[in-house]
């Protein structure tokens, strides 16, 4: 116990904190400028000074650690004039250019000047000049106006590990600068923002279209982006968003936010959107009333309904779409229409993952704390770069290497260069035996335990020696053993899997010998999550193979529960995979297809024969913002509301159920709302007057969500296993090595997950575009030289189904013979280039041996944002 | 890029030191060497081969006075005009450069043969006027005898 006195008050202290930290515990407030919560203790701004008895001279309250008996005084005249003359100094360079400043109004040195400063300086020299820098395309400094607290550059490099600004030059020339000068070409994070006191560094997005005060409402929602789940703070200004912010303590991101979550939310006011109902009548999509597109859809999936059965109608869900509305989907799909053909693009990998790795250890494997990892001691990751797919989660990693922790990663993580000195980068298609390498050596040292039966009987024969594994993959057997003993000794290891491994060919092995290595470890699983609610809408039932709350739909005893539930009979058999859909419209067993939230014909592999697929349905119904490539071909399109004007819930990838709220109205109807008039009018109605009827309906039905309320969620209690009952691990596994057969190709294509870009919506957002306007080829510098190609030149890329012609990108922090383009882009588009191959447990895409044939194409002109058709608001 | 034999000679400075960031300062050094000044392209070099994010290089580099922040002749004479120097005539001999090598205090000659800095003290009082010719060190400057050192250097 430690006692301190501040300004006569005692304050009893479980352990040593900062003096400013026990005086603001106690409700006394110390003026600081370069204190940040979130930062390393800095001590440079001397805002902080008290006395402090028996101390000579002034002390700093944010460095000093409280010791017992210490007495402190935060409120003399000796301070009040040391804080005047600090701010007088402060003020020497200093515009006080407030009138015409965004910051005014959430200035701390306006705010502190007006508190203690002095009214009027006694410096008679010229302020330093520094124009103003717009030559980036979101950030805008201005270093006239800089304190030079640092707070930024410890946040860049500190936390978010960018390390892209430093502080330039000293004294009375320091100013912070990117490294080279004007453009920031960084992760555009915008944490700096979050932290400056002043009004140096801040965004272009709205500049001068508001002030603080005028905003007319703040509203704390979730992130519509990644899995991650950040809190975000929207302030809006007449219905329209005008920025997003992060909050302090918040559960997952703590006050950081990434590039997507803080300036993509522009998509929600896009002019783009769509805002009638349309339907198809003489080949051409026409605006029509609400009922009478409901009418159409009921008419027409009743008509095929009775034609071809309940099992020729076929439902895609969301996962960018929220618990709610994704529950009442299924409900529509198994209730209304019958059937349990209902699935997501999670089925490209995060579903098939989970379930495999959840059959082994249980429901919930995968489901934990984010914010554990910066604390464990050994993060393995392996299958693509957490930094780009789930950057919160990516300055976890960061994190935890700073703190003394390794990471270790399988082949080269751009995100992660300076922060991992053990890479294993085998040559390509050799994974598998590495991994084997990796087993049967972790074997060597641990020995099996005998807990887990089921998954020891399938890694007992691997047996791969090391010369072969050092042989096969190319890589050296110092860095083999330095990985494997930091990975055998690791006391609270990570692991964590992208979907590039998911997405390769034996992708079920590779989960086997990853899920042994976890055993062998005594690790943690974390599955990394490209969309806000994947996870959500699994739970919820949208899967073919699973009922709400994760149950397998083919034990009758499990499904009993819901037949009572829901006053239906289901089929007994699981429904059709997304690609089975795809497979069944071709081929003329699908006749109607229902899409909410989702654009299977840009966001599936191999898009031409989606589209060929999806052109042979009698009927397809699309929901959503905008007129995406699916809803080009549909029947009838319904416009739905975003994320922003809705309420509800998502779950993260750590399955933590987080509340959504409304941030802005719209005239329209959430998703649950659409399809609960469409099957009401199809003789099924569904009870629910908002979305908080639906979850208590939820909460009812699945055995995962039992007596969970809006009012649990919104106290942070809807933290995984709820109250629910999680169904245990230790089945049987069955597994796939995949062919082994590899293509000789001189290039391969793989799919590029950028971290400005999700697709859909981010396309739609003109920060994102503007930081990330065009889809590239990403090579190496060894491919550009022998393409002879150079930043700036285009390629065109062929494989046996398409071609596209891109310009290249030449990616320093990358090497080997792959070639990436990322999925994001109208018309340009990776997947559209994509064959696969289904890797037959986990029923999603193999797509890591494509081929391509690549010539140079004619040089590229760049392509004007402000002249862009889908950014223009 | 840098040369083989520069980058080994990095490394080799690297090694020398516990932590990256700590061999920064002589890593730029020879950075600046091999490219005349600290360029982007030098801090990107040294970036690249010590491993450490390319804005805290330049950070540090930044910090620096006597780095060379632009480009400057082959040639860099710094010569001394504090109170010693300067009563013993430091400022004539500032002028005689000028006059004969179109040299001014922060300007490179046409042809890129020199450049003149005016530097601080540099501890030679009881033999001034003094000046340094890149890490050579001369005193009791006279305007001949500049003429005489200058000629050794192309």
Redesign the interface.
Same mark, same amino acid.
């Given at each position: 116990m430690i006692t301190v006195t501040i300004n006569e008050k005692e304050i009893t202290l479980e352990k040593p904190i900062t003096v400013l930290e026990a005086a603001r515990s106690a409700g006394i407030s110390i003026p600081t400028l370069c204190y940040h919560p979130a930062l390393e203790r800095y001590g440079g701004c001397r805002l902080c000074l008290v006395e402090v008895e028996k101390m000579p001279r002034l002390q700093t309250a944010c460095t000093l650690m409280t010791a017992d008996g210490m007495i402190v005084r935060t409120e003399t005249d000796a301070i009040a004039g040391v804080r005047r003359g600090i701010l007088e100094f402060l003020l020497i360079n200093h515009p006080l250019d407030c009138p015409y400043c965004d910051k005014a109004g959430e200035c701390e040195l306006q705010d502190l000047v007006e508190k203690y400063g002095p009214t009027t300086g006694r410096f008679k020299e010229k302020k330093r000049k520094m124009p103003e820098s717009l030559e980036d395309a979101i950030i805008v400094r201005n270093m006239e106006r800089c304190i030079v607290c640092t707070r930024c550059?410890r946040m860049c490099?500190g936390v978010q590990g960018?390390?892209?600004?430093?502080?330039? &030059?000293?004294g009375g020339h320091s100013h912070i &600068?990117?490294?080279?000068g004007g453009k920031y070409d960084c992760e555009y994070c915008g944490n700096c923002i979050s932290v400056c006191p002043v009004g140096a560094i801040m965004s272009r997005m709205h500049r001068h279209s508001y002030r603080p005060w005028q905003m007319t409402d703040q509203v704390e929602t979730i992130c519509p982006y990644c899995g991650v789940g950040c809190t975000v703070t929207a302030q809006v200004r007449d219905d329209a968003i005008k920025r997003i912010i992060p909050k302090l303590g918040s559960p997952v991101n703590n006050g950081l936010l990434c590039s997507r979550g803080r300036f993509g939310y522009e998509f929600v006011g896009n002019r783009d959107r769509l805002t009638r109902p349309l339907i198809r009548k003489n080949g051409v999509l026409e605006e029509s009333t609400w009922e009478e597109a409901i009418h159409r859809v009921t008419q027409k999936l009743g008509e095929i309904k009775e034609k071809y059965g309940s099992s020729s109608v076929a439902g895609i869900a969301s996962p960018r779409c929220t618990n709610e509305d994704n529950y009442v989907f299924q409900k529509f799909m198994r209730v209304t229409i019958g059937t349990h053909n209902i699935d997501s693009t999670a089925r490209t990998g995060y579903a098939g993952a989970q379930q495999f790795i959840e059959n082994i250890f249980g429901q919930g494997a995968t489901a934990n704390i984010i914010s554990g990892i910066s604390r464990s001691d050994v993060v393995f990751v392996v299958g693509g770069d957490p930094t780009t797919v789930n950057p919160i989660l990516g300055l976890q990693i960061r994190a935890c290497s700073r703190k003394g922790g390794a990471v270790l990663t399988l082949g080269k993580v751009s995100g992660l260069?300076?922060f991992s000195p053990h890479a294993l980068d085998p040559a390509s298609f050799t994974e598998t035996v590495l991994l084997e390498g990796i087993v049967t050596e972790l074997k060597n040292r641990k020995e099996l335990s005998g807990s887990h039966s089921s998954l020891e009987s399938n890694i007992k024969d691997i047996a791969v020696s090391v010369e072969d594994v050092i042989k096969e993959c190319k890589i050296r057997e110092d860095d083999f053993h330095s990985f494997i003993t930091l990975l055998s000794e690791a006391s609270n290891p990570v692991l964590i899997i992208g979907k590039e491994i998911i997405q390769s060919n034996g992708a079920s092995y590779k989960l086997l010998l990853l899920s042994a290595i976890n055993y062998l470890i005594n690790g943690r699983i974390y599955l990394l999550s490209e969309r806000a609610n994947e996870q959500g809408l699994l739970d919820m039932g949208c899967a073919s193979d699973l009922l709400p709350g994760s149950r397998p739909v083919e034990v009758a005893e499990l499904r009993r529960r819901y037949e009572r539930a829901w006053h239906v009979t289901l089929p007994d058999k699981p429904g059709l995979t997304l690609f089975e859909m795809i497979h069944g419209a071709k081929e003329g067993s699908v006749r109607a297809m229902y899409v909410m939230g989702e654009n299977p014909l840009f966001n599936l592999p191999n898009s031409e024969n989606v589209k060929e697929a999806l052109g042979n349905l009698d009927f397809l119904v699309v929901q959503d913002l905008f007129m995406t490539e699916t809803a080009e071909s549909a029947d009838v399109v319904l416009p739905a509301l975003s994320w922003a004007e809705k309420e509800g819930t998502f779950t993260n990838m750590e399955r933590r159920i987080q509340k959504l709220r409304k941030v802005i109205s719209r005239a329209g109807k959430e998703d649950w709302r659409i399809i609960s008039d469409v099957s009401g009018n199809m003789g099924v109605s569904f009870p629910y007057d908002s979305a908080e009827d639906v979850f208590a309906e939820i909460s009812k039905v699945s055995p995962l969500h039992r007596d969970l309320t809006y009012d649990d969620i919104e106290e942070g209690e809807a933290l995984w296993p709820f109250k629910g009952e999680p169904l245990r691990g230790g089945m049987e596994i069955s597994c796939n090595k995949g062919d082994g057969a590899t293509e000789s190709g001189k290039y391969f294509l793989a799919i590029d997950r950028p971290l400005f870009h999700s697709g859909t919506l981010s396309r739609k957002s003109s920060a994102l575009m503007r930081l990330c306007p065009e889809a590239v080829a990403r090579i190496s510098s060894t491919t550009a030289a022998e393409l002879s190609v150079t930043d700036g030149d285009s390629i065109r890329i062929s494989t046996r189904i398409g071609s596209l012609s891109l310009p290249v990108f030449i990616d320093e922090a990358y090497d080997g013979s792959l070639i990436k383009v990322s999925n994001n882009f109208r018309g340009k588009g990776v997947f559209s280039l994509m064959e696969y191959s289904l890797d037959p447990v986990l029923k999603s895409p193999c797509m890591d041996n494509v081929i391509i044939e690549i010539e140079k194409s004619d040089r590229h002109v760049q392509r004007d944002p402000k002249n862009d058709s889908e950014v223009k608001k | 890029m840098l040369n083989e034999t520069a980058i080994k000679e990095l490394q080799e400075i690297r090694s020398k030191y516990p932590s990256a960031r700590s061999a920064l300062l002589p890593a730029i050094y020879v950075a600046q060497r091999e490219f005349g000044w600290l360029s982007e392209e030098a801090y990107e070099a040294v970036s690249e081969v010590l491993g450490v994010p390319k804005a805290i290089a330049r950070g540090v580099g930044a910090f620096y006075a006597m780095y060379k922040h632009r480009p400057m002749g082959r040639n860099i004479i710094q010569l001394c005009t504090n109170v010693s120097c300067m009563i013993l005539g430091a400022e004539r001999l500032a002028d005689y450069l000028k006059s004969h090598y179109g040299l001014v205090p922060g300007g490179t000659t046409e042809d890129g043969r020199f450049s003149l800095v005016i530097m601080e003290c540099i501890g030679a009082c009881g033999t001034a006027p003094a000046m340094l010719v890149n890490d050579e060190f001369y005193e009791n400057l006279s305007e001949q005898y500049i003429e005489e050192i200058l000629a050794k250097f192309t």
């Open positions: 550059v490099e960018a390390s892209a600004i430093a502080v330039m &030059e000293r &600068e990117p490294f080279s260069r300076y | -």
